[in-house]
């Protein structure tokens, strides 16, 4: 007699649903199983009737269930994958801090601000951390999973699935990754501080990787405890950190930290054969002559990738150097800062004012002092900024105006504050 197929467990339940039809021929239907018990030759009523009851509840079972997981969900796959990721799996694993987007090999792993990476174990429903019993000081292991765990969305998963997204190391490779794979758990919270990998991402479809950690040893009951993973995340060699770009630029940063300038590529040659040599050289003649600056470039360069160029340089973070200049324009004095943008200027040698408070004529004349220092920088004295500003301007009054806008500079560097509407100093 030819029984009815057993309905799959729920870890076999992660055939696609392009594999039911297939299932459905193999299932045995009434008529298979009526033909099959009449083959045994004469049998009673009675006979027939037990020999089907078994069958029939079974099939009525199997399809009601059907027809349930149907109605409640499109895929009755994701939802038995739901079901038993959710039966007993109400404490979890968790990394408390954001991994960083890009990892170097042969570099530990550090969290996105810097710090070490904590993680913890939690209880899912009330988020609290379990800082006593057993399972506080529980081991966890390390491990690396493929990129594409968890695009789906999906917050919770099978240990199965968890299990199957685990990586290893390409063949005749050393191992993924080194260190302090396993950790254990003090008060509830586990530090990871000595992972590294040995080779990078590129070989993997989704070219990015996920750090996962897991329980070592199982715990009594029918609970488990849901693994963790990490934001994912590119893993590089080492070698590329040494041209890798700076976000924000630092002031002293070689010049070639800027995106779209390549180490000893064309842009960086042609800036250092006129001794630009870090970001702060860059921004300083862009304030100061940005039609020089353009044209170091070369004149074909596009209007995209300077955009590109000069929005990461004034992304960068500038020191606290400032400057004075006095001309030969009736006394007036300017103060500037680490690059040279106008932040201040007296007009009578000792009392210094933010320029958007002047007159529109006194105005003028700071305009003229200020092209004075720019074809004059080597006469710019560095200066105490606090000493020269003295208590009666707040230091927070005396911000330059952001350069927003480079583009309209180079294209008319010397137009007026009446013709804009907005001060350039």
Same mark, same amino acid.
């Given at each position: 007699?030819?029984? %009815?197929?057993?309905? @799959? ?50 099939? #009525? ?61 939690? $209880? ?15 081991? #966890? ?17 099978? &240990? ?15 191992? /993924?990754?080194?260190? $302090?794979?396993?950790?254990? /758990? ?30 070592? =040893? !199982? ?7 849901? &693994? ?5 995340? #590119?893993?590089? *060699? ?12 630092? @002031?002293?940063?070689?010049?070639? !930290? ?24 860059? /921004? ?34 500038? *020191? ?16 500037? *800062? ?28 700071? &305009?003229?002092?200020?092209? =004075? ?26 911000? %330059? ?6 583009? /309209? ?17």
């Amino acid at each position: 007699m030819k029984l %009815p197929c057993k309905r @799959p467990a729920p870890d076999e339940a992660d055939e696609s649903s392009e594999s039911m039809a297939p299932e459905l021929k193999r299932r045995a239907t009434l008529k298979d199983a009526v033909r099959s018990i009449m083959g045994f030759g004469r049998l009673s009523f009675n006979r027939i009737v037990l020999n089907l009851e078994p069958m029939l509840r079974s099939a #009525v079972r199997e399809e009601v269930e059907r027809a349930i997981l149907s109605s409640f969900h499109p895929s009755s796959r994701s939802l038995l994958n739901q079901i038993e990721a959710s039966r007993g799996r109400s404490l979890q694993l968790r990394f408390v801090n954001k991994l960083p987007s890009t990892v170097f090999t042969g570099r530990k792993v550090e969290a996105e601000d810097g710090v070490t990476i904590r993680l913890i174990i939690v $209880d899912a429903t009330t988020g609290t951390i379990i800082t006593s019993g057993s399972l506080s000081s529980i081991k #966890v292991e390390i491990v690396v999973l493929n990129g594409e765990f968890g695009t789906d969305e999906r917050e919770d998963w099978t &240990e199965s699935e968890f299990n199957a997204s685990v990586l290893r190391e390409r063949e005749g490779r050393r191992p /993924l990754v080194t260190g $302090d794979l396993i950790i254990t /758990l003090v008060d509830g919270v586990g530090i990871v501080d000595n992972v590294i990998f040995t080779d990078n991402s590129s070989w993997i479809r989704s070219r990015k990787f996920r750090l996962g950690a897991r329980i070592m =040893q !199982r715990i009594s009951g029918e609970s488990t405890i849901r &693994e963790a993973r990490s934001e994912a995340f #590119v893993v590089k *060699d080492h070698r590329g950190e040494l041209y890798k770009k700076h976000y924000p630029p630092f @002031p002293h940063d070689e010049v070639w !930290r800027l995106e779209r300038i390549a180490k000893d590529g064309a842009f960086h040659k042609r800036l250092t054969s006129h001794n630009i040599f870090t970001v702060k050289d860059f /921004l300083r003649l862009h304030v100061t002559d940005p039609s020089a600056l353009h044209d170091i470039l070369g004149g074909g360069i596009s209007n995209r990738v300077w955009d590109t160029i000069i929005d990461h340089a004034l992304s960068s973070v500038l *020191d606290d150097e400032w400057y004075s200049y006095y001309g030969t324009v009736q006394s007036v004095g300017l103060l500037l *800062d680490s690059i040279y943008r106008v932040v201040a200027a007296t007009l009578d040698g000792e009392n210094y004012h933010p320029v958007e408070k002047f007159t529109f004529s006194q105005k003028l004349l700071v &305009e003229d002092a200020k092209r =004075q220092a720019y074809k004059n920088v080597r006469y710019l004295v560095l200066v105490d900024r606090r000493a020269t500003t003295g208590p009666s301007i707040p230091l927070t009054d005396l911000l %330059p105006e952001p350069l927003n806008n480079p583009n /309209l500079l180079l294209q008319q560097p010397d137009l007026s504050v009446e013709t804009r509407g907005t001060t350039i100093f």
